[in-house]
């Protein structure tokens, strides 16, 4: 049995860039920034370093990412790593890694825009 998941928790770099391709399939792309904290053994000082993620979503979900996610949000991301392959600007054959997002969760406040259209319509 083999496994390929992705599970993290980080804020939005910047706002989700949203397109369709040739198929009419939505995609959206973004980069989620997360931290980890360690104690330097030599200095006792705490470090912290900063990592950053590609992260691509397909379909209904990058719809909801496009919609509702800012700059700055926190997110739980699931996914699957991939390593593509593409041809860059300069014509030089490049791989990327990027994170495939199956399921998010928005985490924190929710911004008075996206409270509003979660909102449900009263029952009369």
């Known amino acids: 049995m083999d496994l ?6 980080g804020h939005i770099v910047r706002d989700p860039e ?4 040739k198929s009419g399939q939505p995609l959206s792309t973004f980069s989620l920034a997360t931290n980890y904290a360690w104690q330097d053994a030599a200095t006792k000082a705490r470090r912290e370093a900063v990592e950053y993620h590609d992260i691509v979503a397909w379909g209904k979900l990058a719809e909801i990412i496009s919609q509702y996610v ?21 014509g030089q054959k490049r791989t ?11 985490l ?11 909102k449900e319509e009263p029952i009369e």
């Open 4 to 9: 390929n998941k992705i599970t993290l928790i």
């Open 18 to 21: 949203a397109k369709h391709i």
């Open 70 to 90: 800012k700059k700055g949000a926190k997110l739980y991301v699931e996914g699957r790593l991939r390593n593509r392959a593409f041809v860059g600007k300069d």
């Open 96 to 106: 990327k890694a990027e994170i495939v997002a199956d399921n998010m969760i928005m």
């Open 108 to 118: 924190g406040h929710r911004s008075p825009r996206q409270a509003a259209a979660l």
